[in-house]
């Protein structure tokens, strides 16, 4: 497969609070092209938030889909996103493979996750 973009479709019964969430709180980028209003750029990778007909409520499982967001600095970005009022559900653990990763929750349950990698 030859994979030329990746995008990442967020549907939700409020699309444009989940947008400005990731955009003005977690501080992801727009798209560059002012047509694509609902679509932030991350690491080469786009997410799209949308609306779609089946999704009513919260995440039921908020585990099944998992936004990462690796950084150079977790407790830093931490407490910029706590400072502005994020819930973190997990801080700073550490797993086997060298990740530390907090999990934080968006305006709809969804997990997503900031993780540095700390080998050693």
């Known amino acids: 497969m030859d994979v030329q973009l990746l995008i990442v479709n967020v549907n939700s019964p409020n ?3 989940l947008l400005r969430f990731y955009r003005d709180i977690v501080g992801l980028d727009a798209h560059p092209d002012a047509n694509r209003e609902s679509t932030l750029v991350v690491a080469g990778a786009e997410i799209v938030f949308d609306s779609h007909s ?3 409520n919260a995440a039921p499982q908020p585990e099944r889909v998992l936004l990462n967001f ?4 977790l407790a830093a970005e931490q407490r910029r996103l706590e400072a502005q009022g994020v819930r973190f559900i997990r801080s700073a653990g550490r797993e086997v493979w060298g990740g530390v990763i907090s999990t934080f929750v968006d305006p709809d349950g969804n997990f997503a996750q900031l993780i540095e990698f700390r080998p050693g």
């Open 15 to 17: 699309p444009q609070a």
């Open 54 to 56: 089946a999704v009513t």
């Open 70 to 73: 690796f950084v150079g600095d």
